[in-house]
């Protein structure tokens, strides 16, 4: 998948989004949250919550230490220190949570209103989660940026709680807030994390991590590249994936006749719950046949995440003025090149042909649309318009993805094609603690 960033040096290279709580002040309806403020002391460089939240010298971490896009063979797990926040950062971690951050304006009223329930019913003893994105390998083989020699961290995204954060952090966050963030370094049990690129969240919902990237890069992708119109028809591949479950939504709430491939008929039944008027379980179906016999006419839109083949198909079946976006080619990755064949001698043709395009979309060079997107799905999900699947691995062989260590299987799991939705890995289980941050 394409909608990830370029990390340099191991770091994350551009700040995406400002913002944490704007006050304290409880909403109407919801009961104030017991918390610990942070006194600001000139003299002091960082506040950790060491008796609250009992943080250890050492923790567990996911490293690169060899290029291949065989994860297993690149990345290895060590014990290091865990790290110290610096004036402008967040230490985040997996903890017992309360929910903690206000949202601004709308957002905030519409939030903290869908979960001011489920707060007061039951206080959420949360773990802290990290996504895996068809793009991890990627990073492991060096492809994103050739400089980057091992050894380095790895993981793009997580949410978490605030157990530690630098002077100038504490006058937006505070110990206990709940946050989701994405860069290199997610692998990891405590993730030091720049204020200004995190995102506060109600609760640690490994649901929030759905919208950072793969929520994200195909909602600017259909809005910006897709020029959808009423009555279109949209493909969309790998419909059941990550990024496919918010191709396949998106383009139906704009109005479109939506087809959607999938391997199993069980992610046939998802999409069709979805609202996918045409789900294709290409193990059972030639999907060329499929297309050619059923939209003779071609499909306006094509969302692409495969590559390959299937890439030669979907330009096949493009009607005219039809746009293809491709924002991934995941069936590529896995091999020394990280590109599948193509076979675009008579490309030209084809789009001249039909006034046809091709679109590529990567998610850090739209930024500047990052944040509408980001709250404008916080608010579907919300309101239950929109529906944000998570695959924690309960059907995969070894069961459900919990530990650093299980992100290994979670990656080989989702490189066979089992997936239903994003997978996510919980990093510990839920940790027990009589404080009230």
Same mark, same amino acid.
């Given at each position: 998948?394409?909608?990830?960033l370029?990390?340099?040096?191991?770091?994350?290279?551009?700040?995406?989004?400002?913002?944490?709580?704007?006050?304290t002040?409880?909403?109407?309806?919801v009961?104030?949250?017991?918390r610990?403020?942070?006194?600001?002391?000139?003299?002091?460089?960082?506040?950790?919550?060491?008796?609250?939240?009992?943080?250890?010298?050492?923790?567990k971490?996911?490293?690169? *230490?060899?290029?291949?896009?065989?994860?297993r063979?690149a990345?290895?797990?060590?014990?290091?220190?865990?790290?110290?926040?610096?004036?402008?950062?967040?230490?985040?971690?997996?903890?017992?949570?309360?929910?903690?951050?206000?949202?601004?304006? &709308?957002?905030?009223?519409?939030? $903290?209103?869908?979960?001011?329930?489920?707060?007061?019913?039951?206080?959420?003893?949360?773990?802290?989660?990290?996504?895996?994105?068809?793009?991890?390998?990627?990073y492991?083989?060096?492809?994103?940026?050739?400089s980057?020699?091992?050894p380095?961290?790895?993981?793009?995204?997580?949410?978490?709680?605030?157990?530690?954060l630098?002077?100038?952090?504490?006058?937006? %966050?505070?110990?206990?807030? *709940?946050?989701?963030?994405?860069?290199?370094?997610?692998?990891? /049990?405590y993730?030091v994390?720049?204020?200004? &690129?995190?995102?506060?969240?109600?609760?640690?919902?490994? /649901?929030?991590?759905?919208?950072?990237?793969?929520?994200?890069?195909?909602?600017?992708?259909?809005k910006?590249?897709g020029?959808?119109?009423?009555? &279109?028809?949209?493909?969309?591949t790998?419909?059941?994936? +990550?990024? +496919?479950?918010?191709?396949?939504?998106?383009?139906?709430?704009?109005?479109?006749?939506?087809?959607?491939?999938?391997?199993?008929? /069980?992610?046939?039944?998802?999409?069709?719950?979805?609202?996918c008027?045409?789900?294709?379980?290409?193990? *059972?179906?030639?999907?060329?046949?499929?297309?050619?016999?059923?939209?003779?006419?071609?499909?306006?839109?094509?969302?692409?995440?495969?590559?390959?083949?299937?890439?030669? @198909?979907?330009?096949?079946?493009?009607?005219?003025?039809?746009?293809?976006?491709?924002? +991934?080619?995941?069936?590529? =990755? $896995?091999?020394?090149?990280?590109?599948?064949p193509?076979?675009?001698?008579?490309?030209?043709?084809?789009?001249?042909?039909?006034?046809?395009?091709?679109?590529?979309?990567?998610?850090?060079?739209?930024?500047?649309? %990052?944040?509408? !997107? @980001?709250?404008?799905?916080?608010?579907?999900? !919300?309101?239950?318009? @929109?529906?944000?699947?998570?695959?924690?691995?309960?059907?995969?062989?070894?069961?459900?993805?919990?530990g650093?260590?299980?992100?290994?299987r979670?990656?080989? =799991?989702m =490189?066979?094609?089992?997936?239903?939705?994003?997978?996510?890995?919980?990093?510990a289980?839920?940790?027990?603690?009589?404080?009230? @941050?």
């Open positions: 998948m394409s909608g990830l370029l990390p340099r040096n191991g770091r994350r290279a551009i700040s995406l989004v400002g913002g944490g709580r704007r006050g002040g409880a909403l109407s309806g009961h104030p949250v017991a610990r403020f942070i006194v600001d002391m000139s003299y002091s460089a960082h506040f950790m919550d060491f008796k609250g939240s009992s943080i250890p010298s050492t923790m971490k996911l490293i690169v *230490t060899k290029l291949s896009p065989n994860f063979d990345v290895s797990m060590q014990t290091v220190a865990v790290p110290t926040p610096g004036d402008a950062e967040l230490l985040v971690r997996n903890r017992k949570s309360w929910g903690g951050s206000d949202w601004h304006q &709308e957002m905030a009223r519409e939030l $903290q209103h869908h979960f001011a329930h489920s707060r007061r019913q039951n206080p959420a003893v949360c773990s802290r989660f990290v996504g895996i994105n068809a793009s991890d390998i990627n492991s083989a060096g492809r994103y940026d050739p980057l020699k091992p380095f961290d790895t993981g793009f995204e997580g949410i978490g709680e605030v157990v530690g630098g002077l100038s952090a504490s006058a937006s %966050y505070t110990v206990g807030d *709940t946050v989701a963030y994405f860069g290199s370094g997610a692998f990891a /049990e993730t994390v720049p204020a200004k &690129e995190s995102v506060p969240v109600p609760t640690v919902k490994p /649901e929030f991590l759905t919208l950072l990237v793969s929520g994200a890069t195909a909602y600017i992708a259909l910006r590249l020029d959808l119109a009423k009555d &279109e028809t949209v493909l969309v790998a419909a059941a994936g +990550g990024t +496919g479950q918010f191709a396949v939504q998106f383009a139906k709430q704009a109005g479109c006749h939506v087809i959607g491939t999938c391997s199993s008929n /069980e992610k046939a039944g998802f999409l069709k719950s979805l609202g008027n045409r789900p294709i379980n290409y193990t *059972t179906e030639d999907l060329a046949k499929t297309l050619r016999k059923e939209y003779p006419q071609g499909v306006d839109v094509v969302y692409e995440s495969v590559g390959g083949s299937v890439l030669e @198909l979907a330009v096949n079946s493009l009607a005219n003025k039809g746009r293809l976006i491709v924002i +991934g080619f995941i069936s590529g =990755y $896995q091999t020394a090149s990280g590109i599948p193509f076979r675009g001698g008579t490309l030209p043709v084809k789009l001249l042909q039909k006034s046809a395009s091709i679109r590529g979309f990567f998610l850090p060079h739209f930024f500047s649309d %990052y944040r509408e !997107a @980001l709250g404008s799905m916080m608010q579907m999900f !919300a309101k239950g318009k @929109l529906v944000c699947e998570v695959d924690s691995g309960d059907l995969a062989e070894g069961g459900r993805f919990v650093l260590e299980s992100v290994f979670a990656v080989d =799991y =490189y066979a094609g089992k997936n239903l939705g994003k997978v996510v890995v919980e990093v289980p839920p940790s027990v603690s009589n404080s009230k @941050l």
